[in-house]
């Protein structure tokens, strides 16, 4: 399995801006002179419970507060966080990989600029390994945008322009509070230049139910020329049921390759009450 190095947790930093005075200020960067009124967040969550944590708003959910919060959502914020990378990963792929940005943000990484990044339920990734200080600190900032405006309840679905949660903008059981932040975990994944970025796995069943024929794709990623073996194996309750191996050559980039695996009678997944439900696994190395 990849090393991950976890970035998440309550030792991050936030501030609250007015536009692009963030920018003006430098506040994205290490040597940055705005070192005044940061307030202590955490990852995964959102500005709203950062500041509900902080005492700084009222409880949202007692009676009409959540009237009082509606300028949270129309601030720029910026959450910001140090990080100690060792020396003894020089030379490997690193990873920084975000699982869930709400809404828009751009991201930034000792103090360059990765890329911009839309959408709360697409995960954000990007290759850091030359540009992270090994043996020193490393400074992450993420520049969340004012949220979008979207179609409450009451709305029209055609109108539907973004790939946010549209209750928060009120539902009949929730009362409007648009949310924004860094909703999922943080991590920098460390992997040797070769890396399986993807497995998809399709069994397909015989008429008579007595086999089945097992495709897997194996989406791999490599910055370099060379030479790799890919064992798969499948497993039931812990113990191998089939296995098989291919080579390959890759070449910089990405390379798939299909493999197979006949597995004789098959056990079959029943819906509740009509028999089992066995869970077959598919191991890729």
Same mark, same amino acid.
């Given at each position: 399995?990849p090393?991950?190095?976890?970035?998440?947790?309550?030792?991050w930093?936030?501030?609250?801006?007015?536009? !692009?005075? $963030?920018?003006?200020r430098?506040?994205?960067?290490?040597?940055?002179?705005?070192t005044?009124?940061?307030?202590?967040?955490?990852?995964?969550?959102?500005?709203?419970?950062?500041? $509900?944590?902080?005492?700084?708003?009222?409880?949202?959910?007692?009676?009409?507060?959540?009237?009082?919060?509606? $300028?949270?959502?129309?601030?720029?914020?910026?959450?910001?966080?140090?990080f100690?990378?060792?020396?003894?990963?020089?030379?490997?792929?690193?990873q920084?990989r *975000?699982?869930?940005?709400?809404?828009?943000?751009?991201?930034?990484?000792?103090?360059?600029?990765?890329?911009?990044h839309?959408?709360?339920?697409?995960?954000?990734?990007?290759?850091?390994?030359?540009?992270?200080?090994?043996? %020193?600190?490393?400074?992450? %900032?993420?520049?969340?945008?004012?949220?979008?405006?979207?179609?409450?309840?009451?709305?029209?679905?055609?109108?539907?322009?973004t790939?946010?949660?549209?209750?928060?903008?009120?539902w009949?059981?929730?009362?409007r509070?648009?949310?924004?932040?860094?909703?999922?975990?943080v991590?920098?994944e460390?992997?040797?230049?070769?890396?399986i970025?993807?497995?998809?796995?399709?069994?397909q069943?015989?008429?008579?139910?007595?086999?089945?024929?097992?495709?897997?794709?194996? !989406?791999?990623?490599?910055?370099? !020329?060379?030479?790799?073996?890919?064992?798969?194996?499948?497993?039931?309750?812990?113990?191998?049921?089939?296995?098989?191996?291919?080579? %390959?050559?890759?070449?910089?980039?990405?390379?798939?390759?299909?493999? *197979?695996?006949?597995? !004789?009678?098959?056990?079959? $997944?029943?819906?509740?009450?009509?028999?089992?439900?066995?869970?077959?696994?598919?191991?890729?190395?």
């Open positions: 399995m090393q991950r190095i976890i970035l998440s947790g309550d030792d930093q936030f501030k609250e801006y007015y536009g !692009e005075d $963030w920018r003006w430098n506040a994205h960067k290490p040597d940055t002179r705005d005044r009124l940061w307030r202590r967040g955490s990852v995964p969550g959102s500005v709203h419970h950062d500041l $509900w944590t902080l005492g700084e708003i009222p409880n949202p959910y007692f009676e009409r507060n959540s009237l009082l919060l509606e $300028w949270i959502p129309a601030r720029t914020w910026l959450y910001k966080k140090s100690f990378v060792d020396e003894s990963l020089q030379g490997k792929r690193l920084l *975000f699982e869930g940005i709400d809404y828009e943000a751009q991201i930034f990484l000792n103090g360059e600029h990765l890329d911009d839309r959408g709360m339920y697409i995960p954000a990734q990007f290759e850091v390994g030359d540009l992270l200080h090994y043996g %020193a600190d490393n400074l992450l %900032a993420v520049v969340i945008q004012p949220a979008p405006h979207e179609q409450p309840q009451v709305g029209r679905t055609n109108l539907v322009r790939h946010k949660s549209r209750m928060t903008y009120w009949d059981f929730c009362p509070m648009v949310h924004v932040g860094i909703w999922d975990d991590f920098l460390v992997t040797e230049q070769m890396r970025e993807d497995v998809f796995v399709r069994p069943l015989t008429p008579d139910f007595q086999r089945a024929h097992v495709s897997v794709s194996v !989406e791999l990623d490599s910055t370099q !020329e060379q030479n790799v073996e890919i064992d798969l194996i499948a497993r039931l309750n812990q113990s191998d049921v089939v296995s098989a191996k291919t080579q %390959a050559s890759l070449q910089p980039g990405r390379t798939t390759l299909e493999m *197979f695996l006949p597995v !004789e009678n098959p056990h079959l $997944w029943f819906p509740n009450g009509h028999g089992e439900q066995p869970i077959y696994e598919a191991d890729v190395r």
